[in-house]
């Protein structure tokens, strides 16, 4: 037998039914050796797919993988197979859901609502599943052995006492970790306060320290219509890739799936290379063997985000004539976050001031006044100087311009458009009639690969 860490890749020509894509999956488990063996006559399952927004593919794993998923681990033996997935902190918090106010922090979507609409909840129980929200799943406390970034953390039970536990992340870029494939796709098992605080410089350790809880027996990547650009959200755009990959070796295949996104060294990869340095599994692409379609057959070079072809400053500061960056030492996450922040800015006709990042420098007299200044970022709000004594002005005066946290997420998105609502700089309607929109086109796209798909929206 083979020492060396074996990925299988199966490639399939659009259109594909939902016949031709249950056969891939099936193919892709045969060229690792199967379900037999690994699924025992009465084991729980425990399946975690990619289903982080209220979006279908390329945002969320395509339901057909997961449902074939099910139906094999069942055709094995299993018992029970369970489908578990925690929504994106931007889904439950930011994301509009045109049903609810689109002011305050829980306008979004949990995640039982997200599996019901994109069809996974019914595919997964016509196949003999059930599906849980991690919101509702029970969770104890677990000390991470090995945790670098990440020592204790609440992580769902079911997934602990799982007999066979399966990931199925989908084929996506990332504006914060360049990919996101197996490794990161396990961030969804967290609780809410875990998946807020890990969206930091040290995401990619935090990630890998996820998988030190428990790693996944097999992971089945969902890479049919995959995402490029500004992903891994509805910022991206898809391409049609046509590929399952599978794998015991998780880091083995975050390895062969960014090769196959046109990515040469998986290694700059930082969740592969960190999971490669801790032990977790194999990111040297000599020591795996590839089975089935071969890489280079199976390659597209997708478009990275912009911040990983181009330095990050350049798309934040200098870039809107309207606003004015003070921004100090300030991790990725933060200067990120400030390009968003610029961007619903940019679009008020009037001159801000942002203040970003640890002690950052600013002239004796803002050009705005402080109506039109806002403080992003626990850094920025713990500035002291001159800084401290505009934050005390806008304090007694009650402007609340402070976009707090750390990082400043997507609380921080939220808060700025309660403020720019409430200052009539931004109507409620239209951020709901763009967030529709923006959805109907993707919902189009997908429809357009699968004609029996349609959102379950209540
Ligand atoms: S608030 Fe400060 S520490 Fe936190 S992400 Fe921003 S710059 Fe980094």
Redesign the pocket.
């Known amino acids: 037998m083979s020492e060396k860490a074996r990925v299988a890749i199966v490639r399939g020509e659009f259109p594909l039914s939902t016949a031709q894509i249950e056969g891939m999956v099936e193919r892709s488990l045969d060229l690792i050796g199967g379900l037999a063996g690994r699924i025992a006559r009465g084991d729980h399952v425990v399946i975690k797919p990619n289903l982080f927004a209220p979006y279908p593919p390329p945002v969320s794993v395509d339901r057909r993988v997961i449902a074939a998923t099910v139906r094999l681990a069942r055709e094995a033996g299993a018992a029970k197979v369970t489908v578990i997935e925690g929504v994106s902190v931007g889904t439950l918090m930011k994301r509009v859901n045109p049903e609810r106010s689109v002011c305050g922090a829980s306008r979004g979507y949990g995640s039982a609502e997200v599996m019901k609409m994109l069809g996974v909840k019914k595919a997964v129980e016509d196949a003999g599943g059930e599906v849980l929200g991690v919101e509702d799943a029970e969770k104890v406390l677990v000390d991470i052995e090995g945790g670098m970034a990440l020592h204790r953390v609440f992580y769902p039970k079911v997934v602990l006492e799982a007999d066979c536990f399966i990931n199925i992340p989908a084929m996506k870029t990332h504006t914060m970790t360049m990919v996101t494939l197996g490794l990161k796709n396990l961030q969804g098992l967290l609780d809410e306060k875990g998946r807020y605080f890990a969206h ?2 040290d995401l990619d350790q935090h990630m890998v320290d996820i998988g030190k809880i428990r790693l996944p027996d097999l992971t089945i990547l969902d890479g049919l219509i995959a995402m490029e650009g500004m992903g891994a959200g509805e910022g991206g755009s898809p391409v049609e890739m046509g590929l399952i990959l599978a794998s015991s070796d998780p880091v083995a295949l975050d390895c062969v799936a960014s090769q196959c996104m046109g990515i040469e060294n998986p290694l700059v990869v930082g969740t592969t290379r960190i999971a490669n340095h801790d032990g977790l599994g194999c990111g040297n692409p000599f020591l795996i063997e590839v089975a089935g379609t071969g890489i280079q057959q199976a390659r597209k070079k997708l478009t990275l985000p912009i911040n990983y072809t181009q330095p990050l400053e350049s798309i934040v500061s200098g870039v809107y004539p309207n606003i004015d960056l003070y921004i100090g030492g ?2 990725q ?2 200067w990120l976050m400030a390009a968003m922040v610029e961007a619903s800015l940019s679009k008020v006709p009037e001159r801000f001031s942002l203040i970003v ?2 002690d950052p420098k600013v002239p004796p007299k803002l050009r705005t006044d402080l109506e039109h200044t806002f403080f992003l ?3 920025a709000l713990a500035a002291t100087g001159e800084l401290r004594e505009i934050r005390n002005e806008m304090q007694l005066k009650g402007i609340d311009h402070f976009l707090g946290g ?3 997420y997507e609380q921080a998105l939220v808060k700025l458009e309660d403020v720019l609502i409430a200052r009539g700089s931004l109507k409620e309607e239209d951020l709901i009639h763009k967030a529709v929109e923006h959805r109907e086109r993707f919902f189009d796209y997908y429809r357009s690969h699968d004609s029996t798909w349609e959102p379950e929206i209540s």
Do not use: V
């Open positions: 930091r410089d300030a991790c996450t933060c990042g640890i970022g626990e850094c750390c990082p400043p």
